[in-house]
């Protein structure tokens, strides 16, 4: 199995700034892709940003230019860097991981760390 172990959630004044962080351990062969997602209240879980296992990124359009995704492929962690941050931001993060080892093989993910954007 894979277990991911989110940190850096909290509260925080518009237009400040948070680093969430996701490792991955455990029985892991390969990871493709790390990344994070969002859910908001009544909403769908969106897409925030994903990164692959060569570098590549994919960004939503809500963020773009404010959060800047980051990876140690060496230690299987993926960072997100977000500034500006708006009170639309606010949402669960949940950190996402795309690969295969020992008994899993497609997505895993965290169990969430809460962010809260208000003053």
């Known amino acids: 199995q894979v277990q991911l172990v989110e940190s850096g959630g909290g509260l925080v004044q518009p237009g400040g700034s948070l680093r969430l962080s996701c490792a991955a351990s455990?029985?892991?062969?390969?990871?493709?892709?790390m990344g994070w997602y969002r859910q908001a209240p009544g909403k769908e879980r969106e897409l925030v940003a994903r990164i692959t296992s060569g570098g590549s990124t994919n960004y939503a359009d809500s963020v773009r230019g404010r959060f800047t995704i980051s990876r140690d492929n060496a230690k299987n962690r993926v960072d997100l860097q977000s500034s500006s941050l708006k009170p639309e931001d606010t949402a669960v993060y949940y950190c996402n991981v795309e690969g295969y080892g020992r008994k899993w093989n497609g997505q895993v993910w965290g169990q969430g760390t809460q962010v809260t954007v208000s003053s």
């Open positions: 455990g029985s892991i062969f390969r990871i493709n892709a």
